[in-house]
């Protein structure tokens, strides 16, 4: 009697869960946006409950994945009732929900029935059971097997409309690994027929039902597989999965949580993922120490995101550095892209990864180069050893490159202020032997390049440039306003000014396109300089530009105070110099310092005799910083060489003055030091210096 009881009970318990949870009965669609149908609208669990109670019938209720079947006893025969429905998902409470499946034990209880009976119906139906399981029930097959036998991701969807097995992970991790390796032309083709295949949304709803009872491998797998799959996230779906997941985190070891890691970095923010992306920082937070792979604890630190506590990535730094021993070439090559997700800049960890990465960067492909220069932009992170490896690795294969991905290369180099000079000249001898192989936008990239780094071959100079204008002026008419200012713009810092792109550009309507359209503030800029180029430069064109442009700002003055007062010590006296000094043409010098032809004699500024005087030698001292400088060089870069070009024509000797050599060194020694830049040498050579 008491198997009886606890067996009602527990029929009780599930009958109470299936009227909550189907209080309004609906029938859903697993890809639509969450909207209802109603199935069944005139029944009502309440009402049948009562109807059976009345009769003094106890029924046995089970709550199946497809149907909710009722069972009872009527004129000592079996009558089964299908209501057809799939009840709202939610989320169990227990870590782990077991299996539902008919007991034939405790399938029936009746307080009209002997225990005779009931043995004998259990047994009938035991049998039955037995016998249509023989008969209907389909082979095991496994993604592996699928993906091997499978040529399409319809053929997946065949195979399991003819004969559907468990677990439905199977067919959506079979699916992603045919999708992977079809190009990218045919995966969208596929995917478009997978949507609109009649066995999917089948394969999508027995995937929600089975979701809360599969291996924890088998759901990560299958989730993963549906993301990549592109299935909309918003589906009812991926949101359902979403909730079994949070429910069962605690039950996914190091494996599944790496799955589960690669899933959400895709994903779009909404309220299910940023739940989990939560339960997984906790859960790494307590778990840090005891991760093995260095592939899952990258994995982890990829996903938790920019916006995890810095206590938090700083414990998985330190986890990392413990496990460097531990890093292959492929870990040290995905460290500079996983520090760039969480937005970490580690040095230490960055200088051991580079290392590594220089010492095998023979064979490494083109994306991960990519990947690794594109994290260095983002985490600012300047490393003239591997800028300069990943170069020469380049230049030692250049044959095997196409010029798009080595102009690619180039860009990100520029980025960062690097010139690889033997990289570039093979580059303008390609450009040069074969100009046919460059269109507008290829020219536009070099250009940019190689006047932002000042760039010159020491032969062929003339003849690339003489290339990039001929492939410009070929589509003349198809480039944009503001395009053909770029390239002009580009021209005037490497001191080449192509007549045709001029003209085409000078025209009234192209100027006042380009003032007022647009970034207004750069386009006045740079036409600011070809103006002052037209007038400056030694060119065949002579023409300035009509149309009046707006004034520009005038540049901004940093105080260089250490600068100044080394110059009072070696020129005797502020009446010496001039600061600050502002020129035609919207340019400043820092200080100004009058002097002989041989320069070395000084002359004050208060002499207005002198002034006039042709012997006069005005020298301007620039106060430079470090960006204004090729990385790790003192090779000026294109603004500060034309600066100094039309400085030059303005009748100026410019001295360079670093900054950051400035301010490290002792009064002394500074005072000596720009000494030496202010006289000449044959003024320099007498042991006292009269000024």
């Known amino acids: 009697m008491s198997n009886k009881t606890g067996f009602f009970l527990w029929n009780l318990r599930q009958f109470s869960t299936l009227v909550l949870t189907s209080r309004r009965t609906v029938r859903l669609d697993p890809l639509r946006f969450c909207r209802s149908k109603i199935a069944h609208p005139d029944w009502h669990p309440r009402n049948l409950l009562l109807h059976d109670l009345d009769n003094g019938m106890q029924p046995g209720i089970r709550y199946l994945f497809q149907d909710a079947l009722l069972f009872k006893s009527e004129d000592d025969g079996l009558q089964t009732k299908s209501i ?18 008919f007991d034939s034990k405790h399938s029936l209880v009746s307080d009209g029935t002997s225990d005779n009976g009931l043995k004998k119906i259990n047994f009938h139906h035991e049998v039955f059971n037995e016998d249509l399981a023989k008969e209907t029930k389909p082979t095991p097959v496994t993604y592996i097997k699928l993906s091997q036998t499978c040529n399409s991701l319809s053929d997946v969807l065949d195979t399991f409309s003819k004969a559907p097995t468990f677990p439905s992970s199977n067919y959506f991790s079979a699916m992603w690994t045919i999708a992977k390796k079809m190009s990218d032309g045919q995966e969208r083709f596929e995917k478009q027929l997978m949507f609109s295949h009649p066995a999917f949304s089948r394969l999508c709803e027995q995937m929600m039902r089975e979701a809360k009872i599969m291996r924890c491998d088998d759901l990560l797998f299958s989730f993963h597989a549906i ?12 949101q359902t999965l979403l909730r079994v997941i949070q429910g069962r985190i605690n039950e996914f070891d190091e494996k599944c949580l790496s799955v589960l890691s690669t899933a959400l970095e895709v994903m779009e923010p909404c309220k299910n993922v940023d739940v989990l992306r939560a339960a997984l920082r906790i859960l790494v937070d307590q778990h840090v120490w005891k991760i093995e792979h260095v592939f899952t604890l990258q994995t982890m630190m990829k996903c938790i995101g920019k916006d995890a506590p810095v206590a938090l990535k700083r414990k998985l730094e330190m986890k990392a550095l413990r496990e460097l021993d531990k890093f292959s070439v492929l870990n040290s090559q995905r460290m500079f892209e996983v520090l760039a997700a969480m937005n970490h800049r580690s040095v230490i960890l960055l200088n051991e990864c580079s290392k590594m990465v220089i010492d095998n960067i023979h064979g490494c492909p083109f994306k991960i180069l990519i990947s690794m220069l594109q994290s260095c932009k983002d985490l600012r992170y300047h490393n003239v050893d591997l800028f300069k490896g990943i170069a020469d690795y380049v230049a030692t294969t250049f044959d095997i490159w196409k010029l798009k991905q080595v102009l690619f290369l180039l860009i990100l180099l520029e980025n960062f202020g690097f010139r690889p000079v033997e990289l570039m000249d093979l580059v303008m001898e390609k450009v040069v032997d074969e100009p046919k192989s ?28 003489d290339v990039m204008a001929d492939a410009l002026t070929g589509c003349l008419h198809q480039i944009p ?19 045709a792109l001029v003209n085409q550009l000078l025209q009234k309507d192209i100027i006042s396109e380009l003032l007022t359209s647009g970034d207004v503030e750069r386009n006045v800029y740079k036409l600011h300089i070809l103006d002052t180029c037209l007038e400056l430069d030694d060119t065949p064109y002579h023409k300035s530009i009509d149309i009046s442009l707006p ?13 100044e007062e080394v110059l009072s010590r070696i020129l005797g006296g502020e009446g010496y110099f001039s600061k600050n000094v502002q020129l035609p043409h919207n340019y400043y010098i820092d200080f100004e310092i009058r002097m002989d032809t041989n320069r070395s004699q000084l002359f004050p500024f208060s002499d207005t005799d002198v002034v006039s005087s042709a012997d006069i030698q005005r020298v301007a001292v620039l106060c430079v910083p470090r960006s204004a400088y090729c990385l790790d060089s003192f090779h000026p870069r294109g ?5 100094m070009r039309h400085l030059n024509v303005m009748g100026f000797h410019v001295i360079l003055v670093n900054n950051w050599v400035i301010e490290k060194l ?22 006292d210096v009269n000024v």
């Open 84 to 101: 057809s429905t799939v009840p709202t998902p939610t989320v169990d409470r227990s870590p782990r929900p077991r299996r539902l499946s």
């Open 227 to 238: 993301v990549k799959l592109g299935i909309p996230q918003n589906t009812l779906l991926i």
């Open 438 to 465: 460059l269109n507008m936008k290829s020219v536009l990239s070099i250009l940019h390049v190689y006047s932002s780094l000042n760039h010159f071959h020491k032969c062929q100079n003339k003849e690339f440039l």
């Open 481 to 499: 306003s503001e395009n053909l200012l770029n390239a002009v713009y580009s021209f005037c810092l490497m001191n080449h000014l192509p007549l």
């Open 551 to 563: 004034q520009q700002p005038s540049a901004p003055l940093y105080p260089n105070a250490k600068v």
């Open 639 to 643: 603004f500060l060489a034309m600066k």
């Open 666 to 687: 002792e009064m002394e020694d500074a005072v000596t030091f720009l000494k030496t830049k202010i006289y000449s040498t044959e003024a320099l050579l007498p042991a």
